[in-house]
């Protein structure tokens, strides 16, 4: 790494993949976090693994032994801003003005051919079913597209209003048939790992709001797919505990359509009346 400028950033994305490396963590990372070795920082992308710590012993166990290493509040970002006094003011989620940022550059991007533009009570009511998720925005920017694309093409609509968006999403089959082979579909429950065991957590979490993180398959199966995200929350005893929770209000939406996949009618479980995906 001689070749490396002083000040050089290495972004790895996919970074879990690194976890059984226990070359790079304990030579190269642990130095870096104590401000040891070269001039160089990293930001590391992973898609599951401890806030803490990184490396995840109890979802990777076929990870050699070793100690991992210990990233401080500072050096953490989570899918939301935390509200820890030493947490860093940023997220992977966008923040409100990032997701107007973000939606204007989508709107005037050449995958959707047709050009318009969001209102202010448009990108408040999207930004609230995403919860500036970066793939809900984006998958359900270009359904609200395909849905007003004649009459924008004709020129009898070039405003988004909440109103427009509210009715676009009235269908809910029709919603989830097009958000299913967009982005975001990588974080919507599906497919063989679906099992009957994951709805059910699923419905858990989204019933009680989050659930403690602890080791069982069908947690490790939703949380290394992007189903549940983990994070951390200040537990009424005062100390820090890891959660399970939903990534957004249109990942809750999907949940009773995850269960219906899964279970018979006399399991089905009875979800809330506002299920509905424009209902929020």
Not at 70 to 88: D, G, I, Y
């Amino acid at each position: 790494m001689d070749y490396l400028a002083p000040g050089t950033i290495l972004i790895i994305d996919e970074a879990q993949r690194s976890y059984s490396d226990t070359l790079f963590w304990n030579s190269i990372i642990k130095p870096r976090l104590s401000h040891e070795g070269l001039d160089i920082s990293f930001c590391l992308f992973c898609c599951y693994g401890s806030p803490l710590t990184g490396v995840d012993m109890e979802l990777d166990t076929d990870i050699r032994a070793f100690t991992p290493a210990h990233f401080k509040l500072a050096q953490r970002v989570t899918l939301t801003p935390q509200s820890h006094p030493s947490s860093p003011p940023i997220g992977l989620f966008f923040t409100r003005s990032e997701f107007t940022d973000a939606a204007q550059r989508l709107t005037a991007n050449s995958r959707l051919q047709e050009k318009f533009t969001l209102r202010p009570d448009a990108e408040d009511y999207l930004f609230s079913l995403t919860n500036g998720h970066p793939g809900g925005l984006s998958s359900v920017l270009k359904y609200i597209h395909d849905f007003y694309r004649h009459a924008i093409k004709s020129r009898d609509l070039s405003v988004i209003t909440k109103e427009h968006v509210v009715d676009s999403l009235k269908r809910d089959q029709d919603v989830w048939d097009v958000l299913t082979q967009e982005p975001i579909s990588r974080s919507l429950p599906q497919g063989r790992w679906l099992t009957k065991e994951v709805a059910n957590l699923l419905a858990k979490v989204l019933e009680e709001g989050n659930v403690l993180s602890e080791p069982n398959k069908e947690a490790e199966t939703c949380y290394k797919r992007g189903w549940l995200h983990r994070m951390q929350i200040l537990g009424e005893d005062g100390y820090d505990k890891e959660v399970y929770v939903l990534p957004s209000r249109l990942h809750e939406k999907h949940v009773p359509l995850s269960g219906s996949n899964t279970t018979s009618q006399k399991e089905r479980k009875v979800y809330p009346q506002n299920s509905k995906i424009y209902e929020i």
